[in-house]
């Protein structure tokens, strides 16, 4: 079982990107699956997170209005598309599943987790 985050990479302040996050060895479909971040130093923080059939979403405060979470259960990936980025949002970004299928922003709560991708924003 391996959840595979992608898409990172150096961007300019104001710039976007889309982070993928991909599932093998089983399906998700009946989880819901969050978006963390870590930047040096600091915690693991939650970003958003979507329920296992995308009606149900939540965020962070920091970046509500800004990024945008969604899935496709058919190719067992979820996205996260992160516009406006700010020298802030610099971290490593992991995918995880949850153990419900309902959104969690409790790290405890997810039991998968990949390996993450590094995003840096420049100002």
């Known amino acids: 079982v391996q959840l595979q985050a992608s898409g990172g990479g150096l961007v300019q302040a104001g710039g976007s990107l889309r982070l993928s996050c991909a599932a093998s060895g089983r399906t998700f479909s009946n989880n819901a699956i969050g978006w963390f971040r870590q930047a040096p130093g600091k915690e693991r923080e939650f970003i958003a997170s979507i329920s296992w059939n995308g009606g149900s979403t939540k965020y962070a405060d920091s970046v509500k209005g800004r990024f945008t979470i969604s899935r496709d259960n058919a190719k067992n990936?979820?996205?996260?598309?992160?516009?406006?980025?700010?020298?802030?949002?610099?971290?490593?970004?992991?995918?995880?599943?949850?153990?419900?299928?309902?959104?969690?922003?409790?790290?405890?709560?997810?039991?998968?987790?990949?390996?993450?991708?590094?995003?840096?924003v420049s100002s």
């Open 77 to 120: 990936t979820v996205f996260l598309q992160m516009n406006n980025l700010k020298p802030e949002d610099t971290a490593v970004y992991y995918c995880a599943a949850a153990h419900y299928a309902v959104p969690s922003t409790t790290p405890g709560l997810h039991r998968y987790w990949g390996q993450g991708t590094l995003v840096t």
